[in-house]
């Protein structure tokens, strides 16, 4: 029987909404950015791991988060300005080395993987997986930006991205 759910994601991969949906059921939830989280109990523990399928988007994302040092409460503006290419190889590297940080070899109760595109939209997605009901309405709130008006290089960034998806 599970009874915690570990929600493990980099940086703006929705694990936070992720979260709320499994907590929207009454379960036990700890999201995290450390694949290496552990509850004590891995047999009653489920490894729920988050990504995104579109990269950019996140390492995008991330940038306006370093930058701006706003990640869930938006309570100022970002102003447009030009990301540096060094921290786009960074943020894109930090994120691909995340999932094969976690150890799958541990008896965990349950693993699962999703994608935000799957459940940004679909919150019944995650539950009717899990096998579970909601007793609680969900809340999250979305980031109020797009990164194609913010980072005004973005269109360059998209080509050191495609370069690196290449390698």
């Not at 940038?63 to 938006?74: A, D, F, P």
Request: negative net charge; hydrophobic residues 35%; charged residues 20%.
């Amino acid at each position: 029987m599970i009874e915690h759910y570990i929600i493990s994601g980099s940086g703006r991969t929705g694990h936070l909404l992720l979260a709320s949906i499994i907590e929207s059921a009454g379960t036990s939830v700890i999201p995290t950015h450390d694949p290496a989280y552990s509850t004590g109990n891995d047999s009653t523990t489920a490894l729920i791991m988050v990504d995104r399928r579109d990269v950019f988007a996140t390492v995008m994302s991330n940038l306006i988060v370093w930058h701006s040092n706003q990640s869930t409460e938006y309570t100022k503006i970002v102003e447009p300005y030009n990301e540096c290419e060094q921290q786009f190889r960074l943020l894109y590297r930090l994120h691909k080395e995340y999932l094969p940080q976690h150890d799958l070899t541990r008896p965990y109760g349950l693993v699962e993987m999703f994608y935000y595109e799957d459940f940004v939209n679909d919150h019944n997605h995650v539950l009717n997986r899990l096998g579970l009901t909601a007793v609680t309405s969900i809340t999250t709130v979305p980031a109020p930006y797009n990164y194609r008006d913010i980072i005004l290089n973005h269109e360059e960034l998209r080509q050191v991205y495609e370069s690196l998806r290449q390698q």
